[in-house]
């Protein structure tokens, strides 16, 4: 406990290269370490990332194949211009 404000030394942040005391095995396995730390970071991130890449290819998708269905339904007026030719060809 020190000062209001002020970190408290487990808070603190240490050079490796600096602090005395500290072997270059120590100094070694510290730099795995946060090494370690950064590459799960990076990978929640592009997890995340590929996530929501995931969501919005699936949802164009999903829009583009509901769209095609809807508007080969609206298509009907070629049904009427065949039965109008159907029914021409029975006139003639």
Known sequence: ?????E???VARRIDP???????PEQRR??????YAQRQRALQRRL??????LALGIGAVTFGIYGYTF???SQERFLDEL?????????RA
Not at 17 to 23: H, V
Request: cysteine-free.
């Open 1 to 5: 406990p020190g000062l209001p404000g």
């Open 7 to 9: 970190p408290a030394a």
């Open 17 to 23: 290269a600096r602090e005395p005391g500290l072997s």
């Open 29 to 34: 396995l510290m730099a795995q370490v946060e």
């Open 47 to 52: 997890r995340s990332r590929n996530v929501l």
């Open 70 to 72: 809807y508007s080969v």
């Open 82 to 90: 065949e039965q109008e030719a159907e029914a021409a060809r029975a």
